[in-house]
């Protein structure tokens, strides 16, 4: 039965997927490896799946083709159907247009070719595809990506789903018999803002012709042919005639459908390589015009690895402003357009005012949760100096400018550094001191960074003349030399991080709450204030979200470890932490079995280490990939086969094996997956 939610009634969830048949390929598979497995019960499954496809491709066209799901064998498979969950069309990207075109056009051209060499191929073509000439897949990528909206939504219109009611704004309505306006929670619901149309580019509308005319005329050249015949056409021309292709210009105008329909999306923050690589760009453009695209792009890459992580933060910083920028032009432009076309219906005025009255549309209350934080003393120092460095020195490079300033940090003594700080007697001189940065939930720190950020204290202490490149490639052999067993002593500790800063979140929630309880009647901003949430009381009378998760037991190898590496270390204070784990894991495999099952939560010793459970938040189940589902079977049986082998020997055998299994043989498990 339908569900009524927020005073809507929606339909039942039998509706929410779609019969899609299988290929011709998987109703062969589905009969032939049953039958294989059963003449053969002791063939490796990967072994099975590669005779299940060499049977594949050495039938003819005729014979493959009676076992679609309407053909003469494909008929009697049962199950032919298969149910399939929908799901947004992804929108594909300008390679994937690229490779999809090349793919048929060198299948064509040399069939004799594999797939892999094909691939390589299609590869380095696109490495070498200047950006200019990219975008002719892209703006293909654009009206895929419009199609396949389009065919979703006649599809969902068609079987009368919720797509085709979303379809109107007020769909609702004449669907399930509500008011004439929508609500939800009693607040009148806002129509969504209508997307822009982005016109094309003067290079685009010269491809869209150009191409045509070259594909007319020499119809044997490949694409990659055409389209750098057209980048050589292109820059040839002067700026005057690349005017012309405007979509007002002489030539653009003649050119049907000119414009393209972008679907909005979120400001992505930009990384401080993006900010590096837009400012070095610009530069080198400048001084070196006559170099290319691609070499401007490695000296930038040499530069950026050159750069000590000290110098990067400054374009860190210049990211997090850049960010905030993007964010609080997108929140004027949407608290816009809601206004607009709230206050363009009049029954909503009324409405609007009450919310205006306590604050609903007030932009002081209303903005997005998010902390004010410090700037470091270097930050500061990198602040004030560029500037100066910039005026004295207009001709240096971006990049020299950073080392230099770089070395002038290095060189200053301790006390010199005190005093760039926010609080310091520099440090506070420097106007805009403190930055913002938005709230977001905290990721669960990894194993590996609970141990890179360990071993990089101590080989700083230990080694501080090594560079940061060099104790990062130390750190990386001696994670790779790490058994899986030792490992399990930094997945805790990243387990405890991680709950630390679960309770920092929730602290800082709690004095948002009074704010989650006014504005919780439109469903929040970030997750505080829905009135759904599972809540607890506090001593101060603030309401804090519940912890949902599960606790589990720990291995008998984690409370082996809690108890003999506090012991080691205090019989061995001098030695290494990673020499301590090392000598707890030879501890650990010399026990034998009995003794190891002493060590369970349970067990004789086990029983005695305190804190013998641990917090596990829930999450919800992620799709498992197909390489996964190969992975996991693979690794069962070359453990059976070879039990001598090691963890890392059979991951790269897998790895061979699947680089090395053809295409139609992957879909086996996509499907199990």
Not at 72 to 80: A, D, K, L
Not at 99 to 117: D, I, S, Y
Request: net charge positive; with cysteine; proline share 6%.
């Amino acid at each position: 039965k339908g569900a009524m939610v927020g005073g809507y009634n929606f339909p039942p969830a039998s509706d929410a997927g779609m019969q899609r048949t299988l290929s011709a390929y998987n109703l062969f598979v589905r009969a032939k490896s049953i039958k294989l497995k059963e003449e053969n019960p002791l063939l490796p499954q990967g072994e099975l799946m590669k005779r299940v496809g060499e049977m594949w491709r050495e039938m003819s066209h005729e014979e493959k083709a009676k076992w679609r799901a309407d053909g003469e064998e494909g008929s009697r498979v049962p199950g032919s159907n298969t149910f399939i969950q929908q799901r947004s069309a992804a929108k594909p990207s300008s390679y994937q247009m690229f490779v999809k075109a090349m793919t048929v056009e060198l299948h064509m051209r040399h069939p004799e070719n594999k797939q892999a060499e094909n691939m390589r191929r299609i590869g380095e073509m696109w490495r070498e595809l200047p950006p200019e000439e990219r975008e002719r897949y892209a703006m293909e990528a654009r009206e895929a990506f419009e199609h396949q909206q389009a065919q979703a939504q006649a599809q969902q219109h068609a079987q009368g789903s919720l797509g085709g009611v979303y379809g109107n704004p007020y769909g609702q309505q004449q669907q399930w018999g509500q008011s004439s306006q929508p609500h939800f929670r009693g607040y009148p619901v806002v129509p969504p803002p209508p997307e822009p149309n982005r016109t094309l580019s003067a290079y685009n509308l010269f491809v869209r012709a150009m191409l045509q005319k070259l594909k007319g005329e020499r119809p044997d050249l490949e694409q990659g042919e055409h389209l750098k015949k057209v980048g050589e056409m292109w820059g040839a021309m002067s700026t005057e005639e690349k005017a012309k292709w405007r979509v007002d210009g002489e030539h653009g105008s003649r050119v049907p459908g000119n414009n393209t329909y972008v679907s909005q999306r979120s400001a992505a923050k930009p990384s401080s390589y993006q900010m590096f690589v837009k400012a070095m760009s610009a530069e080198l453009h400048q001084r070196h015009p006559e170099n290319k695209q691609a070499e401007n792009m490695r000296k930038i890459g040499e530069m950026w690895r050159n750069m000590p992580p000290e110098d990067r933060e400054r374009y860190a910083t210049e990211a997090q402003q850049a960010h905030e920028t993007q964010q609080a032009q997108a929140q004027q432009q949407a608290q816009a357009q809601a206004m607009s076309a709230h206050f363009a219906n009049p029954y909503n005025q009324a409405q609007w005012g009450a919310l205006a009255a306590v604050g609903g549309t007030n932009g002081a209350t209303n903005t997005a949760p998010g902390v004010t934080r410090t700037l470091s003393a270097y930050h500061l120092f990198v602040r004030h100096t560029l500037q100066h460095l910039k005026a004295e020195n207009p001709g240096l490079e971006q990049g020299e400018c950073m080392k230099k300033v770089g070395e002038l940090w290095r060189a200053m003594p301790e006390d010199e550094k005190a005093k760039w700080r926010a609080d310091g007697e520099q440090g506070s001189r420097v106007p805009g001191n403190s930055t913002y940065v938005s709230q977001r939930s905290a990721a669960k720190p990894s194993s590996y960074q609970m141990f890179v950020k360990q071993m990089t204290a101590q080989l700083h202490q230990e080694h501080p003349e090594n560079k940061q490149a060099e104790n990062m490639r130390k750190i990386g052999e001696m994670w790779r030399a790490m058994p899986a067993e030792e490992r399990e002593r930094y997945a805790q500790e990243a387990q405890a991080a991680h709950e630390a800063q679960q309770a920092q979140t929730q602290a800082i929630n709690a004095f948002g709450s009074v704010y989650g309880q006014t504005f919780g009647a439109l469903g929040g901003f970030g997750g505080i204030g829905d009135g759904k949430r599972k809540r607890k009381r506090q001593g101060d009378g603030l309401l804090l979200p519940s912890n949902e998760g599960t606790t589990r037991t720990l291995s008998a190898y984690n409370l082996f470890v809690r108890s003999t590496l506090q012991q080691l270390k205090q019989d061995n204070p001098g030695l290494e932490q990673g020499e301590c784990m090392k000598k707890v894991g030879e501890l650990w495999r010399v026990l034998p079995d009995e003794e190891k099952a002493k060590w369970r939560a349970d067990g004789e010793q086990g029983s005695r280490v305190p804190g013998n459970s641990t917090y596990v938040s829930q999450r919800s189940a992620a799709k498992p990939s197909s390489y996964q589902m190969f992975v996991k079977q693979m690794t069962a049986q070359l453990h059976q086969e070879h039990p001598e082998n090691k963890q890392a020997e059979n991951m790269r055998k897998i790895g061979e094996m699947w680089r090395a299994m053809p295409a139609e043989e992957r879909e086996r498990y996509a499907q199990e997956a």
